[in-house]
């Protein structure tokens, strides 16, 4: 079920191919429910290998339009886990020392040590993202800054990180009801930026900047993963068991314990 | 002068080809002296523009045999620029957070912001030398670790850093005297590492790993430089102009002031 997301061939890809509407044939959260349930409580179990075994890194990267369910994916499939060896990190307009470096260096400098989960909302594409669509960096920089990603994630395999890295694909109208909701809820309205209104007459273009670095950067070590997103039941479900799926993939152990843990006296 | 000591170009070097003796011709330090005051005059300028301007950042990166001078160099050539703008950085054996993570990860933390320099003294170069010479990695491990630290300072590049790289370069029999006076000498033998004499034994495996390493990563925009280093004022020599050619190449200018700074009124 898992393959008909994944992008990981570097090939050309269309989002009009994938239906942000789409459930995989399931007809509602009653049905997955109990599978939601379990695979929570083994992804609390693979994090307790992760940190005893300190073999791996994990980073699961959350990209998607405004509204596509960032936030909420991170609460309902990341919480629960042990904040000891997980941390959320999310990224804004870079500032400051940030912007006074490369497009690379402040997401480096948190990606996961040995042991930790670290959870990206948005990350160092939006610096191909954003910026391409405003046309703030021409074709060529795009192109560049793709390559340099794609060593990156590279680097970051090879030396014993996992990379998740998932797309929350919701449509235009699933996001201007949202919008509206935002508007309209006294306790989401704080979350309404003016903005994201004008963002909206860029949707093709971010569809196609999107698509762009799927090509890229979509590699069989690290794929990209595209997640209907329009029913937040099946997005959540959906996003755990590809978390579930990838980590399963390390076979992590807890390590051996060499000493005897009571040594007798002799005599 | 410069162009004999620059490895651009990605092509088989041997170092036995370069004489660790070799001074361009001059005879003694007294030929260069005034030379060498222009020269850092010249770079305090240079560092004023850069941190005016904030177009670029500056890393100096410094790798060597024990008692090749490290230390040295970068006391007598970069001390005297502002330290507002400049930090000196050095690497020991990563421990803790920094052996947890990718081996670029430390070195990339620390890297220059626009309008900075920082010097290192070692780097993640450490990570293609003493550990393969050791045998801690295999040969694909570290012609894998080469690619990325080909593509992390393309990156870096790509990104307004601009990156000297220099390799000081000195004879076993140099090492060897050096090492001795340390040992005789009070107020030097604290710097004596019983493991430098250790190292000695390797110093062939050494010269292959660095070659290796020039020829993977010596590129056209991140070039290595060869510098003799047997006499040190013939080292901090070649090294001051080595940085002060690679920056003047940025022609680098103090900003424009758009705003009148004393308004009239009106009237």
Redesign the interface.
């Known amino acids: 079920m898992l393959d008909s997301y994944r992008l990981d061939e570097k090939k050309k890809v269309s989002l009009k191919d994938y239906d942000p509407e789409d459930t995989a044939g399931f007809t509602g959260k009653d049905e997955i429910e109990e599978s939601f349930a379990k695979l929570k409580e083994e992804l609390q179990d693979i994090q307790e290998r992760l940190y005893a075994s300190?073999t791996n890194?994990v980073l699961v990267l959350f990209q998607g339009m405004d509204c596509s369910g960032k936030d909420g994916v991170v609460k309902k499939v990341l919480a629960g886990l042990n904040p000891q060896g997980f941390r959320a990190e999310s990224f804004k307009q870079p500032t400051g020392?940030e912007a006074?470096?490369?497009?690379?260096?402040r997401a480096?400098?948190v990606?996961p040590?040995?042991?930790y989960i670290v959870s990206f909302n948005r990350s160092y594409y939006e610096d191909v993202l954003i910026t391409r669509v405003h046309g703030r960096i021409d074709k060529e920089t795009a192109a560049?800054?793709l390559k340099?990603i794609q060593?990156?994630e590279?680097?970051?395999a090879?030396?014993?990180?996992t990379l998740v890295k998932i797309f929350l694909h919701i449509s235009p109208e699933f996001q201007l009801k949202r919008i509206n909701e935002r508007m309209e809820n006294p306790e989401k309205r704080w979350k309404f930026d003016p903005s994201d209104l004008q963002e909206r007459h860029y949707w093709d273009e971010y569809m196609k900047a999107y698509e762009a670095a799927f090509k890229a950067t979509g590699t069989k070590t690290n794929p990209w993963h595209v997640v209907p997103a329009n029913n937040r039941w099946f997005r959540d479900y959906l996003v755990l068991k590809i978390i579930v799926s990838a980590l399963n993939k390390l076979k992590l152990e807890y390590p051996q314990v060499a000493i005897d843990p009571l040594p007798r006296k002799e005599g």
């Open positions: 300190k890194g020392d006074a470096r490369d497009f690379l260096w480096h400098k990606t040590a040995k042991g560049g800054r340099h060593h990156f590279k680097m970051l090879d030396n014993g990180t």
